[in-house]
């Protein structure tokens, strides 16, 4: 499967952008193709494209996985031109990717959104498998490990982590002063 973690789509807005940080309103985003940061409000409608799925005969596929299928058979190349190719060979080249689609709910413009996506992250460098960055992550931990194992050991000085009671049988917290107001 191709890893589409933290991609997303923005309704009114045109490609796709990564996610980069939370902020007060919203999230901040970065564009894929223009490197642009952008802030993205809480009323915005946003996609994640790992949430999204297409209608087959029998059950919805993640688009991850028919974006994988796409990536086999073009060996990581460019998909069809979505915005230049008719809507037969649209079809018939979606039909050849995945083609137990149901032909009743997945509309040509639902293919040609599925090809310009695919093109756009397999452009800007985005088009990643699960697999690749799976074992990316075991070597990391590895390497986490071993300089862990190498490190000497801190030593670490005794502290009273008691806490007084009071008469009440209430615990009392050192440094903390209430105020009364809230």
Known sequence: ????????????????????AQSKNGIIVEGLSDKKRVNVYASTKVSTLSDISMFTTGDDKPIAEIMKAIYDKTNGGEAIDAKSADDKAIAAYFAEVLPDYDKERVYVSNMRKLFSWYNGLQATGNLKLVEETAAETKEEVKETKVAKEKAPAKKTAARDNTKAKTSAGVKKTAGVRKTGSA
């Open 1 to 20: 499967m191709i890893d589409l973690k933290g991609i997303i789509s923005i309704s009114g807005q045109p490609g796709l952008f990564k996610i980069v």
